[in-house]
C-alpha cells in the first residue's frame, strides 16, 4: 500500500515527466480502440510494456506519473495565488493548458477511479464542445465542430470501456465511471454517441432497423457489463447501468411509438426491439449459467425477464423456458448456490408454477 503526501513534489521531476508522457501517448492511440491495461508488480518490470492494445505498467511507476498528473491537472484548476502558496505546477511554475490537463486526467483515472475531480473536467470539457458546436450554427466551422464533437464522444466511451474491463483492482465495480458512462449517453447526440434505435424506410416503404444502432448498441454495453461482471464478482454498480440502459431503450419505443403516425413503421420498431430483447434474455442467461454464484447476474436476468417488451402467454412461455433450463442445469450438476435458488423462486412473479415447467 502506498501513502500518498500530495504536497510532496516528486524526487525525479524530469523522469516522471518522460514516463507521464509516454503513458499519455499509449494510452490515446491514433485510432478508437479498446485498450486492455493491467498494473504490474515491480518484479516482473520496472518500465512500462506495450504489445498492440495491451499495456502493463509497474505500481510504483505509474505512482510517480499520478503524482505528476496531478500537479499539472492542479496547475490547470487552481488560481495562480493557490499555486505559488503550495507549490503545485506542472515543475516549471507554468500553468498547463486546458490539453495538458485533459491528458493528466486520463493517468489519474487510471490512478485512482473515483477521483471525482477529474471525470467532472472531463465532463466540462465535453460540454464545451457541445456549446461551441451550437455556437457555430449555421457557419462554415459548424460540421467540423460537430465532427470534432462526435469523435471525442466516441473516444470517451471507448476510454471508459478501456477502464472498466481491464483487469484493473477496482475500475470495474467504480461507481464514479459507470455514472460518467451513463452521463456521456444521457447527454449527447445518439449520432454521436451511437446509442439510437432509429427506423428508417426502404423504397417499398417498410420499415427496418438501421445497422449499428439501437440493437447493436444495447448487444456490446451487455457484453462490456457481463466482462466487468467477470472482472469483478458481484458487480452491482456495472449490472445497475445495464439497467439504466435497458430504461433508456424503452424509454425510446415510447417515443418512438407516440411520433410515429405510419402503424407499418411503428410495427417494425416493435417487432425488432421484441427479437432482440429475447435475444438478450438467451445471452444473459447463459451468462449466468456460467457464473452461478454471481447474484448481481441472476438479478439483472429477473429484471430483463420483468421487462421483456413480449406480453401474454408468449412472454410466460419464454419465461418459463429460461427457469426450465436453469432447473436442468442444477439437477444435471447438483447446484446448490444460493443465487440460483433465489432465482428459481422468483418464478412466481412471472405466475409461474416452479413445479410444473412447460416443456
Same mark, same amino acid.
Given at each position: 500500500?502506498y501513502f500518498?503526501?500530495?504536497?510532496?513534489?516528486?524526487?525525479?521531476?524530469?523522469?516522471?515527466?518522460?514516463?507521464?508522457?509516454?503513458?499519455?501517448?499509449?494510452?490515446?492511440?491514433?485510432?478508437?480502440?479498446?485498450?486492455?491495461?493491467e498494473?504490474?508488480p515491480?518484479s516482473i518490470?520496472?518500465?512500462?510494456?506495450?504489445?498492440?492494445?495491451c499495456?502493463?505498467?509497474p505500481?510504483?511507476?505509474?505512482?510517480?506519473c499520478?503524482l505528476?498528473?496531478?500537479s499539472?491537472?492542479l496547475?490547470?484548476?487552481?488560481?495562480?495565488?493557490i499555486?505559488?502558496a503550495?507549490?503545485?505546477?506542472?515543475?516549471?511554475?507554468?500553468i498547463?493548458?486546458?490539453?495538458?490537463?485533459?491528458?493528466?486526467?486520463l493517468?489519474i483515472?487510471?490512478?485512482?477511479?473515483?477521483?471525482?475531480?477529474?471525470?467532472?473536467?472531463?465532463?466540462?470539457?465535453?460540454?464545451?464542445?457541445?456549446?461551441?458546436? /451550437?455556437?457555430?450554427?449555421?457557419h462554415?466551422k459548424? #460540421?467540423?465542430r460537430k465532427?470534432?464533437?462526435? =469523435?471525442? &464522444?466516441? %473516444? +470517451?466511451?471507448?476510454?471508459i470501456e478501456?477502464?472498466?474491463t481491464?483487469?484493473l483492482?477496482?475500475?470495474?465495480?467504480s461507481?464514479?465511471?459507470?455514472?460518467h458512462?451513463?452521463?456521456?449517453i444521457?447527454?449527447?447526440d445518439?449520432?454521436?454517441?451511437?446509442v439510437g434505435?432509429? /427506423?428508417?424506410r426502404?423504397?417499398?416503404?417498410?420499415a #427496418?432497423r438501421?445497422?449499428?444502432?439501437?440493437? =447493436?448498441f &444495447?448487444? %456490446? +454495453?451487455?457484453?462490456i457489463?457481463?466482462k466487468?461482471?467477470?472482472?469483478?464478482?458481484?458487480n452491482?454498480?456495472a449490472?445497475?447501468?445495464a439497467?439504466?440502459?435497458m430504461r433508456?431503450?424503452?424509454s425510446?419505443?415510447k417515443t418512438k411509438s407516440?411520433?410515429?403516425?405510419?402503424?407499418?413503421?411503428?410495427d417494425g420498431?416493435?417487432n425488432?426491439?421484441d427479437?432482440?430483447?429475447?435475444?438478450?434474455?438467451e445471452?444473459?442467461h447463459?451468462?449466468?449459467?456460467?457464473?452461478p454464484r454471481?447474484i448481481?447476474?441472476?438479478s439483472f436476468?429477473?429484471?430483463?425477464?420483468?421487462?421483456?417488451?413480449?406480453r401474454?402467454e408468449?412472454?410466460?412461455?419464454?419465461?418459463?423456458d429460461?427457469?426450465?433450463k436453469?432447473k436442468?442445469f442444477?439437477?444435471?450438476f447438483?447446484?446448490?448456490?444460493?443465487?440460483v435458488?433465489?432465482?428459481?423462486?422468483?418464478?412466481?412473479?412471472?405466475?409461474?408454477?416452479?413445479n410444473?415447467?412447460?416443456?
Amino acid at each position: 500500500m502506498y501513502f500518498l503526501n500530495v504536497s510532496t513534489r516528486p524526487a525525479h521531476p524530469s523522469l516522471d515527466m518522460s514516463s507521464s508522457t509516454t503513458l499519455i501517448s499509449l494510452l490515446t492511440p491514433p485510432t478508437l480502440t479498446v485498450l486492455e491495461i493491467e498494473i504490474l508488480p515491480s518484479s516482473i518490470s520496472t518500465t512500462i510494456l506495450h504489445s498492440d492494445n495491451c499495456i502493463g505498467i509497474p505500481k510504483p511507476l505509474l505512482l510517480s506519473c499520478f503524482l505528476h498528473a496531478r500537479s499539472i491537472f492542479l496547475s490547470h484548476t487552481t488560481s495562480s495565488q493557490i499555486l505559488n502558496a503550495n507549490g503545485h505546477g506542472n515543475g516549471n511554475g507554468r500553468i498547463a493548458t486546458e490539453k495538458e490537463a485533459l491528458d493528466a486526467t486520463l493517468v489519474i483515472l487510471l490512478f485512482d477511479a473515483g477521483y471525482v475531480s477529474a471525470v467532472n473536467f472531463r465532463k466540462r470539457w465535453l460540454v464545451g464542445l457541445r456549446r461551441d458546436a /451550437v455556437i457555430l450554427l449555421g457557419h462554415e466551422k459548424t #460540421e467540423a465542430r460537430k465532427k470534432e464533437l462526435a =469523435g471525442a &464522444v466516441r %473516444r +470517451e466511451m471507448i476510454w471508459i470501456e478501456s477502464l472498466v474491463t481491464s483487469p484493473l483492482s477496482k475500475h470495474a465495480k467504480s461507481s464514479t465511471l459507470w455514472a460518467h458512462r451513463l452521463w456521456v449517453i444521457r447527454s449527447f447526440d445518439i449520432e454521436a454517441v451511437g446509442v439510437g434505435m432509429r /427506423v428508417s424506410r426502404t423504397e417499398e416503404g417498410a420499415a #427496418e432497423r438501421e445497422e449499428g444502432r439501437g440493437t =447493436g448498441f &444495447v448487444e %456490446r +454495453e451487455l457484453d462490456i457489463v457481463m466482462k466487468a461482471g467477470e472482472r469483478h464478482a458481484g458487480n452491482y454498480h456495472a449490472w445497475n447501468y445495464a439497467r439504466d440502459v435497458m430504461r433508456l431503450v424503452m424509454s425510446w419505443v415510447k417515443t418512438k411509438s407516440c411520433e410515429e403516425d405510419s402503424k407499418e413503421v411503428m410495427d417494425g420498431v416493435s417487432n425488432g426491439v421484441d427479437e432482440a430483447w429475447m435475444h438478450w434474455v438467451e445471452k444473459m442467461h447463459r451468462w449466468c449459467l456460467g457464473h452461478p454464484r454471481d447474484i448481481s447476474g441472476w438479478s439483472f436476468l429477473v429484471f430483463l425477464m420483468g421487462h421483456c417488451p413480449h406480453r401474454g402467454e408468449q412472454r410466460e412461455d419464454a419465461a418459463s423456458d429460461v427457469f426450465r433450463k436453469t432447473k436442468e442445469f442444477v439437477e444435471k450438476f447438483q447446484w446448490q448456490g444460493k443465487s440460483v435458488d433465489w432465482f428459481l423462486r422468483s418464478a412466481s412473479n412471472f405466475h409461474i408454477d416452479p413445479n410444473d415447467w412447460k416443456q
